[in-house]
């Protein structure tokens, strides 16, 4: 009877040993600012996609996939195009007219998000 109460245990303390490790593993690797899940890219990494057809934007440090979305745009796809695999903050910033996105741009483009850029 006890004998069992000191495997169980000795079991359970090897389990929650391991787990803290394996957890501790994984939030090393993160990126400390990126939420759960999201890629961390390099300007390098973000700057090969540069074609209307695979299209990165970087925008206020975040990554977007926006090559499906050109098509849809109501500006001329140029517009977007332009800044493929570039920093393009002020550009989404102020439509290149001084003024910004509205909320709902602002809100659709976090669905193309498909990470953060390293620095
Ligand atoms: C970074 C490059 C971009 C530039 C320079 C740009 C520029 C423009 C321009 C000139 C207009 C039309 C004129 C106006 O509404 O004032 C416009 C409208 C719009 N754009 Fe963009 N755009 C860019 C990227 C995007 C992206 C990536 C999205 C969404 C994923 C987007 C969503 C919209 C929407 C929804 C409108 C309608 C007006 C609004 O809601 O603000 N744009 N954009």
């Known amino acids: 009877m006890n004998t069992r109460r000191v495997v169980l245990a000795a079991v359970l303390a090897f389990v929650l040993a391991w ?13 400390p600012t ?7 890219l390099s300007r390098a990494e973000v700057a090969r996609h540069d074609r209307p057809e695979d299209c990165w934007l970087v925008i206020r440090g975040k990554v977007y996939d926006v090559s499906d979305y050109i098509a849809a745009h109501p500006a ?14 002020t ?29």
Not at 76 to 89: D, K
Not at 91 to 119: C, I, M, N
Request: include cysteine; proline fraction near 6%; charge should be neutral.
């Open 19 to 31: 787990g803290t490790l394996v957890g501790l593993a994984v939030q090393k690797t993160r990126h």
């Open 34 to 40: 990126a939420p759960r899940g999201a890629r961390v």
């Open 76 to 89: 001329p796809p140029r517009t977007i195009t332009e800044h493929c695999g570039e920093e393009s903050t």
């Open 91 to 119: 550009a989404f910033e102020t439509k290149e007219r001084g003024r910004s996105h509205s909320p709902q741009a602002w809100q659709l483009l976090e669905s193309y998000l498909v990470g953060e850029v390293a620095d």
